[in-house]
C-alpha cells in the first residue's frame, strides 16, 4: 500500500493491477466535515446546509473522482 495526496494506491495480489482508492485519513476528514456541515442545532434554514454541503461535496468529488471504488 502507498499513500499520496488523499489517496491510496493497492497492487491486486492475483490481477497484478493498480486500484486506487480514498486514503483512511482522507476518509475521516471527510466524515468529519459532513458532521461539521450538518449539525443537529442549525439555526439557519435548510436551504441554506444544503447549499454549503453541495459546494463541499462538488469539490470533494472532482478531487477524487479518480478512485476506483
Known sequence: QRHFVG???EL???SK???VM???RSDTRLREKLRELT???WGQSLDDCI???NAYLN???QFFS???S
Open 22 to 24: 480514498l486514503s483512511k
Open 17 to 19: 493491477n493498480v486500484v
Open 7 to 9: 489517496f491510496r494506491m
Open 51 to 53: 447549499e454549503a454541503l
Open 59 to 61: 469539490g470533494w468529488i
Open 39 to 41: 449539525p443537529r442545532t
Open 12 to 14: 491486486m495480489p492475483h
Open 66 to 68: 479518480i478512485c476506483s
